[in-house]
Every structure is written in C-alpha cells, then in structure tokens.
C-alpha cells in the first residue's frame, strides 16, 4: 500500500516537526536533570513499558506506562525533558513491535515517533500559554494544580495526536475526520488519562511519601498491576472458552440443523416411497377388482360381474316394468374344432374377435359378458319389443358369420344366439340364463341362428332333460334294444346283410324314435358308450348268425357310427375290442358315418378311416346327398360303399319320374368306384328305377322293415327272399324306365 500524496506530504511535514521539535528540546534541555532518576525513567520508558502493556479486552486498547513516562518526566524535568520522552517512548514501542513481528509501512515509524513528539509538544505549549489562576489549579505543589496540570497535558497531548492523525487520514475533509476520529480514538483518550492518573500517583508519592510509603505503593500497584492482568488474563481465558463453548455450540446446533435437514429429507424420501407404494398399492387393487371382475382374455365382463349387472337389472324391472330388458345367450358353433385343428392361439384370437364384434354392435349401456369358454350372454338394456331385440341378434349373427382371415387361415365362425325377453316371473340371472340358453339351444337345433324364448320351448327342453336323464340309465333298465334292417342286391335279392338301427323302448313312454332320442345322445356324450354297447350287441349278434348256414356266413351288420363318437380318440380300439370279444371277422362289420360327419374334418375323416380300414372293417357313407361333399375329397376316403339318402329315392314318382337326381347320384359313386346302397326305398317303381340305374343294393320298406334280432334270425334260419318279386324275373314289374344306362355316367 503507498501513501495518496496528501497523506505522504502530511507525514513528511509532521516527520519534520516531530525533528523541528526534538530540536528545540534538545536546544532547551537542561543537563542538569541527568539524574539517575532520569535514568532510571530511561530504562522504563524503553525496556520495560512497552513490555508492560495491559491490553483491554475485547478492544484493540492496551494501557501502557508509555504515557505516564512522558508524563512524569514532564512532571520532574519539564517539557523538553518530557517531548524527548514522547520520541524515546514512541521508538521503544516500535522496536519492540518490530521485534515481536510486526510489518510496519514506509515512513511509519518516523510518523509514529513524529507524531507523539509534535502532540506532545503542542499540548506542553498550549498548556505553557495558557492563563493560569489558581482559582483553577490551586496553588503550586498541590494535588489540585497537578491534576488540572496532568489533566490538560494529557486531554491535549491525545487531542491534537488523534486529530492530526485523522485529518491526515481523512485526506483533508474535515467531516470524514470526525468520523474517523469518533470512530477510531475517542476510545483510546482513556489511555493518556489513565497514564496521566499513573504519572500523577508515582509523582505524588515520590514527593510527599516516604520511601517506605513508596515501596508499599509500589509493591501494591504492582500486586494490582499483576492481580489486573492475571484477572484480564482470566477474563480473556473466559471470553476464549465462551467464545470456544458457542462455537462448539453454533456447530453443534448447525450440526443438528444439518441432521434435521437430512432427516427431514429422507422423511420427504420416505414419505414419497410410501406414497408411490400406496399408489401401487390402488392401482393393484384396481387391477385385481378389474381382474376379479372380468374376463382375461377378451376384457369383457365375467360371469361374476353379469351376474351383478343382470340382478341389478332383473330388481328394476320388478319395481318398473317400463325398464324392459333382454339377455342374449351366445354359442360359437364349431370353435372346439377351430381349437382342435388351428391351435388354442389361434382359439384365443377368434374369440377376441368375437368379443369385439360383439362390443361394436351394443350400445355402452349394455353388458357384454364371456360365461366361459365359447360362450358368451349379453343384457340389452331396452330394446322395447322382442322384435327389436331380435333384430339385434341377428346382426351380431351377421356379422360374426363374416370370414376372417388369421395367421394365413380363413376362418369362418357362426354363432348360435338364444333371447330371452324380461319377465316379471325371474328372480335371479340364472333363471334367464337358463331360459336364453334353452332358446339357444333351439336355435341351434333348427339351425336358425336366432331364436327367441317361449315358454313351450322350455316345456320342450323340460322333457329333453328327462330323456336324457332317463337314456343314461336305458342300457342298465334294459330299454334299449337293436332292430335289424336287411340290405339287400338289387340284382338278385341276395342278402349282404343287415343295418343295425338302435331302439328306446322307454318305460313310461313307450317306443322313441331314434330321431328324437339319438340327438340327446350325441348332446349329451351318451352316444359314447350307447355305441359301444351297440358294437357289443351287433358283433356277437352277427357272429352268431354267420354260423347258421354257408348262405349267411358272409353276412355284414352295419352299425352307425355318431360323429360325437369318430372324433373321439377310444372308436378304433372300441371296435377293435368288440370284434376281439364277439370273434367276428372284422369283414364282418360295416361302419356306417354320416356325409355331413364326414365332410366336417375331412383331413381328420381321412386320416381315422385310414386306421379303421388297416381293422380290415368296411366302410359306408350315409345318407350321402345332404352333406355338400367335396369330390376333391370323396374320392380320397376309403369307403367301401355309398348310401343314397332316402330323400332321392323318395322323390321318384310312381312312374319313375324325377329320376335325374338319382341318376346322377348312381353315376357319382359307380365313378368313384364304391358300392351304392339306395336307403328308403318304398315303391316298386323306386326299385326298379334304382334297378335299371344299376344300383348295387337296397334297403327299404319294400324289401324289409326294420325287424328285431329274434325276426331276423327267423327269417335267416327259414332262408327268406328278400326281393318283392320273383327270381329270373330281371325286369320289374313296371315297364316305366326308359333310362338308357349309357346316359348316366355323366361324370
Ligand atoms: P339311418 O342310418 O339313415 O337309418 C335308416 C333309417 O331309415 C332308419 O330309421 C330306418 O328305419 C329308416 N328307413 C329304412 N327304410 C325306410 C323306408 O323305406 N321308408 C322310411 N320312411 N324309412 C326307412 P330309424 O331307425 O328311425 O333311424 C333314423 C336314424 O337314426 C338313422 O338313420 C340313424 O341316423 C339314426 N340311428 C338309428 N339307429 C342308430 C344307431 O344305432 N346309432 C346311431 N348313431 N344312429 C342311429
Ligand atoms: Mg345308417
Ligand atoms: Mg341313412
């Protein structure tokens, strides 16, 4: 730091005073005061006194004996004597600061030493100008006179330093020297007072004391002097260890607050985890209601949730019956076999697809439901008519009969819908499940797609539950039994043999018609072991009969053969079992399936014929005509011979007329090269028809009705004709066909 050059020449001006002054002191001084005393003073101004410094606590003041020196000098050798003191003072100080290492600026301790002298000085010649009465400082030699002497000197002597000082400082603005000097040494006058009070007490006792009261004052001042500094020592130890404990304390506390602050943080940390572990929480819950409540696979509602929703439904119609309502009973038909054949994926897919058609044609307020499996059930809420609600069915009908392609499959799916309308009789869903679910069931069977629920429905589906309950028990009561239809050639009435056909002779109700009963059978799985019973019956039947003559010994018994059953995996062994057991040679047994079976999985047909065929059993394909074969495929499978369903037959006239369809029939299966066998045939001109059209053989009304086992074994042992007319005769007795034989192989 250098000094601004007002500063630097203020020094340099009261460096020169201070020599002025020293000169003039000098000048003045009288030899006569080398005394030891004076030297004595010597020693203490410079070696002792600015050792003796007692520095005020918490103030940057230390009292020093510096002053009172120049006092006292003053005191016993006048001013000279004292402004030299200033300058001896002021230099032991320094040196002995310089010593203990203090760093003191250019020209800092000239200044220093310069500017006690000149102070001093100024104050020894203002007081030496001063008008002096004894009115104020009392006579000469008395305390009063020293006090007011001391008291001016020094409150002058500090006077004029701290002013000089400032104003030099202050760099000659007169209010930032007041400033200055009110900041920086208003304080410190206490230090000039109190060596002025030192210098004057020392003086005192020196002049009028003994020597005794002197070394006792001394030794006093000196026990005071120790016990003050040992006190400030003390004190300062005690501001030291406050200072310390608050530091302690200040840390201790920001070590807390630091504490609080990370605690506070990881409260804020774990009270966010708990919350987002509380929103998991809610959003699994959620979740798990959503789950419990509907349906994995396609998101609709559950049975559980329909159930609610109906219920809900079902209680507001009861209060108000203008809260109509309708429930919609849904059966995929054929899904099982889109699972069987393309895969439970692909399963999966078309019943999500479903589920979305279903969902685009209802509205918001409606529940869609999947009950399980292929089955769904809707309630519309409102259609105001059972017409209406009809006409809602049949859409969804429509639009889920649309093919649609899957993974490179074209799949078609129908769907079979039962309605039932609300009905103030329904308590709970299950009634008007149950009663959608039987018109469903009608819908299905009449192949209608839709159909709504009546009451005579139910009545129908009642006695459709009891018979099926009463079949399962047939075979045990010993209701059922077989009855036995010849097959005869056309040619020559020989017999081939005979079609096993099933009867119910029902305890209550008499005779059912296969018709009626075989359904709930198949429905119902019955078939199964119906069959198997059937296939017991028929081979140890037959095998008994082929020993009654060489005419009979290569009889067939033809045994049909439910599509429920060709699809389960047991048939092959079922068969393979009962010709074991009977003996009968597998040539023996004729299996008869129907085309419509057939032709439902053709590549499966294919392949379990195949398996049935290497049994060495033969092979017939009933009621051929109504089940859309595919040529393609006809002619892959094994069967041994073709049924013309009796529905061709039937339609010929008594003249043989409408003959063609019959015609073209005959020719298919000569092409195919199977055997026919026309069923149905009632008529003379039917037979000859199917005579001339060089049909294999027949079965029919005309030739032979069906006939218990004891009839027909009758009938073998008594070697009965089978043809309505005489042998030789190969013409028929009508002369109606004008066929030429040549004109059927249109194939
Ligand atoms: P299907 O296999 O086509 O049997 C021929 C049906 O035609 C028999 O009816 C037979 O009595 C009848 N029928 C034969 N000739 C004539 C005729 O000249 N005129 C008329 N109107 N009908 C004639 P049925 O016994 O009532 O059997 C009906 C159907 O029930 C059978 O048709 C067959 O599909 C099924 N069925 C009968 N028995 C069994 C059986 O043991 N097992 C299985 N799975 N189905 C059977
Ligand atoms: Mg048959
Ligand atoms: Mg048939």
Avoid at 7 to 32: H, M, N, P, Q
Avoid at 208 to 218: H, K, P, Q, R
Avoid at 608 to 636: A, C, M, P
Avoid at 688 to 695: D, E, I, W
């Amino acid at each position: 730091m250098t000094f601004a050059p007002f500063e630097k020449l203020s020094r340099i001006i009261t460096i020169s005073l201070g020599i002025t002054a020293v000169a003039y002191a000098i000048a003045e001084f009288d030899l006569a005061n080398l005394t030891p005393l004076l030297a004595a003073l010597f020693l203490f101004a410079a070696v002792v006194a600015p050792r003796a410094s007692i520095p005020l606590p918490d103030t940057d003041i230390a009292l020093t004996f510096s002053d009172a020196c120049i006092y006292l000098a003053f005191l016993f050798y006048g001013g000279p004597t004292a402004i030299l003191f200033a300058g001896i003072e002021t230099t032991a100080n320094c040196i002995y600061l310089y010593r203990r290492g203090f760093k003191f600026q250019k020209l800092m301790v000239p200044f220093n030493i310069a500017l006690n002298i000149v102070s001093f000085t100024g104050a020894y010649l203002v007081w030496s100008i001063l008008p002096t009465t004894s009115l104020v400082t009392g006579t000469y030699g008395s305390a009063q006179h020293l006090i007011v002497t001391l008291g001016v000197i020094s409150v002058l002597h500090f006077v004029i330093a701290s002013s000089l000082l400032s104003f030099i400082r202050a760099k000659n603005r007169l209010s930032e020297a007041y400033r200055s000097w009110r900041r920086d040494f208003s304080s410190r006058a206490m230090m000039h007072i109190v060596g002025a009070g030192l210098a004057a007490l020392v003086y005192m006792l020196a002049i009028y004391g003994d020597v005794l009261t002197a070394v006792i004052s001394a030794f006093g001042i000196g026990i005071v002097y120790f016990s003050y500094r040992r006190s400030v020592r003390d004190l300062k130890e005690a501001m030291s260890e406050t200072e310390r404990v608050q530091k302690e304390k200040s840390e201790t506390e920001r070590a807390r607050r630091k504490e609080a602050e990370i605690h506070a943080e990881e409260l804020a940390a774990s009270l966010e985890s708990q919350e987002r572990a509380n929103l998991a929480l809610r959003k699994s819950e959620q979740d798990f209601q959503h789950a419990a409540l509907h349906d994995a696979l396609t998101g609709l509602a559950n049975r559980k949730l329909f159930h609610e929703k109906l219920l809900a439904r079902i209680a507001k119609y009861r209060n108000d019956n203008s809260a109509v309502y309708h429930v919609l009973f849904l059966d995929l038909s054929r899904f099982k076999n889109i699972n069987d054949s393309l895969g439970h994926t692909i399963g999966d897919k078309v019943l999500s697809i479903a589920a979305r058609r279903f969902l685009r044609l209802v509205t918001p307020s409606d529940t869609v439901a999947r009950l399980g499996g292929d089955e769904f059930a809707i309630v519309l809420k409102g259609p105001s008519t059972a017409a209406k609600a009809k006409k809602v069915a049949q859409r969804i009908h429509a639009s889920i009969s649309q093919p649609f392609s899957l993974s490179g499959n074209r799949i078609s799916v129908t769907v079979n819908i039962g309605i039932a309308p609300a009905d103030m009789e329904y308590t709970m869903p299950e009634e008007v499940l149950r009663d959608a679910d039987i018109a469903m069931n009608f819908a299905k069977a009449q192949r209608e797609g839709v159909a709504l629920f009546t009451k005579d429905l139910r009545t129908k589906f009642l006695e459709r539950v009891r018979l099926e309950m009463d079949l399962s028990h047939a075979i045990d009561r010993g209701e059922l039994s077989m009855s036995y239809q010849p097959l005869v050639r056309i040619a020559d009435g020989k017999l081939l043999g005979f079609e096993s056909l099933l009867r119910w002779n029902h305890s209550e109700f008499g005779n059912i018609p296969p018709a009626r009963f075989i359904p709930i059978a198949e429905d119902s799985g019955l078939i199964i072991p119906i069959t198997k019973w059937i296939l017991r019956e028929t081979t140890e039947q037959m095998a008994e009969w082929r020993k009654i003559s060489a005419k009979t010994s290569d009889l067939v018994v033809s045994v049909n053969i439910s599509g429920k059953h060709l699809s389960s995996e047991d048939l092959a062994y079922d068969i393979e079992y009962a010709l074991e057991r009977s003996k009968l040679a597998a040539e023996g047994l004729k299996l008869e399936i129907t085309e419509s079976t057939a032709m439902e999985n053709p590549e499966f047909t294919l392949k379990l014929l195949k398996e049935l065929k290497r049994l060495g059993v033969l092979l017939s394909l009933d009621d051929f005509g109504t089940g859309y074969s595919s040529l393609s495929i006809l002619h892959k499978l094994p069967f041994d011979t073709i049924k013309i369903d009796r529905s061709f037959v039937s339609g010929v006239g008594p003249n043989g007329e409408d003959s063609e369809i019959l015609q073209t029939i005959v020719s298919l299966a000569k092409n195919l090269r199977m055997k026919v066998i026309a069923e149905g045939i009632e008529t003379q001109a039917q037979l000859s028809v199917l005579q001339h059209l060089g049909c294999d053989y027949g079965q029919g009304y005309l030739l032979a009705k069906p006939m218990t086992a004891a009839k027909a074994e009758e009938a073998l042992y008594e070697g009965r004709e089978w043809m309505p007319f005489s042998h030789g005769d190969s013409q028929p007795r009508t002369s109606l066909l004008k066929i030429d034989r040549t004109d059927a192989s249109i194939f």
